[in-house]
């Protein structure tokens, strides 16, 4: 039996109340560790720590910051094979997908590191004589960083890395399934030149320490990737401090077909975009709004590119698309697939449980057809690597399709027309459009966010993190006299 992998808090690693098993969704007899979970008191003690370790990190020298970001960073991307296949080995993402993932981690570390460097702020001559304005950018205090399985390595690193460049300190509760790839970036983190304290790693259940975190009023902003009801919750909990919230939940993103669109680089944006990650992305293209033009010549190629995808352990060669994440996830996953076929949708390939030599959660890639936009299938996010074709008779329909939900992070359309291109690019309400290009797939150093119910408050990434990971001070200088 391995040994448990404990928690970080105030510098020191420390074994929980209780402990999880993280077992391979692509063959559960591969018991991967066993994890602490922290308790009530242990919360607190990253509490106080985070407190104090935080107005030391302010005071530490902006190179400093920078070289730890950096050594971060650099070590990720160093890395990335042994990570990534951890990273694969617990979420069940084929292994390109999962070294990506650390090597991009490594990537947003880097980034930051050389935002801690960029300090240019704004000034101002003020309305009366013969004072100046000066407009400086603080950090929030202590940030609680909450985030998901899907990317478990990348979607924190990406709350964490700006938390810290902007001088806040950091308490991590990861997501359960996910804990080593937590456990990994924390052992990195652990290493670096940092106040005890200023980032703390506590596993635990997101009902029982998720929830003590977010209701700290010692906690000044939290970051969230997940779900809709519980980010809901998160919100509700966080107004009874008044404390800063940024949240990125789910959608329901469209890929726009068009009849002008090059019909073979359609296709392959929309099998990448519904199947890449399993189709468990928040960015996942699950609806494919077809136009009537192209419809049945995209949709052959579609289903018969589906059933050539190959599903099998995330570890394995030449695998595209792994086991969906747990078993839970699988049979909701099932079951969107029987309540497609009862709305009336007609399921053209997949969507059944396969068996493999291991014994893991696998699914066949699953294509809906004959859907409506009022389908349920076509209105909850699935996570699940199943799609939905919506034929359309025109660009004008097509938008409004893509327009009607109430999720909005992302959106694309495949089109050689500039005009309908460019319409599209200013009409979708979505947080990120793209043409020509997979609904999934965003970059380090912009921002990244949507609207609707798929996020709430200031945007993530690039130098938009300011936003959210500092507070605003504005200082007036009288300068007196000189005489
Ligand atoms: P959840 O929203 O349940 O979990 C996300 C994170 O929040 C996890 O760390 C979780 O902990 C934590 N959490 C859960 N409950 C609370 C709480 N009461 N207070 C504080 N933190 C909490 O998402 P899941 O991972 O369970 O996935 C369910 C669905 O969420 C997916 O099917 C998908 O629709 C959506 N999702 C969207 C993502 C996105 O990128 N937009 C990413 C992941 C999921 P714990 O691990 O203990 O559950």
Redesign the pocket.
């Known amino acids: 039996m391995s040994e448990t992998k404990l928690n970080y808090i105030a510098g020191e690693w420390v074994a929980g109340a209780s402990e999880i098993e993280n077992r391979n969704p692509s063959d559960i007899t591969d018991l991967i560790g066993l994890y602490a979970q922290a308790s009530a008191d242990q919360l607190n003690d990253a509490l106080d720590a985070a407190a104090r370790a935080q107005a030391e990190w302010a005071a530490y020298g902006m190179e400093r910051k920078q070289a730890v970001l950096m050594n971060i960073g650099n070590e990720l991307m160093a890395r990335a094979e042994e990570l990534g296949t951890l990273l694969s080995r617990e979420e069940g993402k084929p292994l390109a997908e999962g070294k990506g993932e650390v090597y991009r981690a490594g990537q947003f570390f880097t980034y930051y590191a050389a935002e801690c460097l960029r300090q240019l702020g704004e000034n101002a001559d003020s309305v009366r004589p013969n004072i100046e304005v000066d407009v400086r950018r603080e950090p929030v205090g202590v940030v609680a960083v909450?985030?998901?399985?899907?990317?478990p390595t990348a979607?924190a690193s990406w709350k964490i890395a700006p938390a810290l460049a902007y001088g806040n300190a950091v308490i991590w509760?990861?997501?359960?399934?996910t804990p080593a790839s937590a456990h990994a970036l924390t052992e990195i983190i652990s290493r670096q030149d940092m106040p005890k304290g200023l980032f703390n790693l506590v596993m635990?259940?997101?009902?029982s320490i998720?929830?003590a975190?977010?209701e700290s009023p010692r906690v000044n902003a939290i970051s969230?990737?997940?779900?809709?009801?519980?980010?809901r919750?998160?919100a509700a909990?966080a107004v009874q401090n008044f404390t800063k919230i940024q949240m990125?939940?789910?959608?329901k993103n469209a890929l726009a077909v068009m009849d002008d669109a090059d019909l073979d680089l359609a296709v392959t944006l929309a099998l990448g975009g519904a199947f890449g990650g399993t189709g468990?992305?928040?960015t996942a293209s699950s609806r494919l709004i077809v136009h009537e033009g192209i419809h049945d010549a995209f949709v052959d190629k579609l289903v018969a590119g589906a059933q050539a995808m190959k599903v099998g352990h995330a570890l394995g060669e030449g695998i595209q698309i792994g086991p969906v994440v747990s078993q839970q996830?699988l049979d909701?996953n099932l079951a969107y697939v029987a309540l497609g076929t009862s709305e009336g949708a007609e399921l053209a390939c997949g969507g059944a449980r396969l068996s493999m030599e291991h014994d893991g959660f696998y699914m066949s890639p699953g294509v809906f057809l004959n859907t409506t936009n009022a389908m349920r299938i076509n209105r909850e996010?699935?996570?699940a690597p199943l799609t939905s074709v919506i034929k359309v008779g025109s660009y004008d329909e097509a938008l409004a399709t893509v327009n009607d939900t109430h999720f909005g992070?992302t959106s694309g359309i495949v089109t050689r027309s500039l005009a309908r291109a460019t319409h599209f690019r200013r009409n979708a309400r979505t947080g990120v459009v793209t043409v020509n290009l997979p609904t999934a797939g965003t970059d380090y150093h912009v921002p990244f966010g949507g609207r609707g119910d798929?996020s709430y408050g200031p945007r993530e990434q690039g130098r938009a993190a300011a936003e959210f990971y500092t507070t605003v001070k504005t200082a007036y200088i009288s300068a007196g006299d000189p005489a």
């Open positions: 909450i985030s998901p399985w899907n990317f979607t509760k990861p997501a359960n399934m635990g259940s997101g009902g998720g929830q975190l977010v969230f990737t997940g779900s809709v009801p519980v980010g919750g998160i909990a990125e939940m789910g959608s468990q992305k928040c996830q909701e996010e699935m996570f992070l798929s």
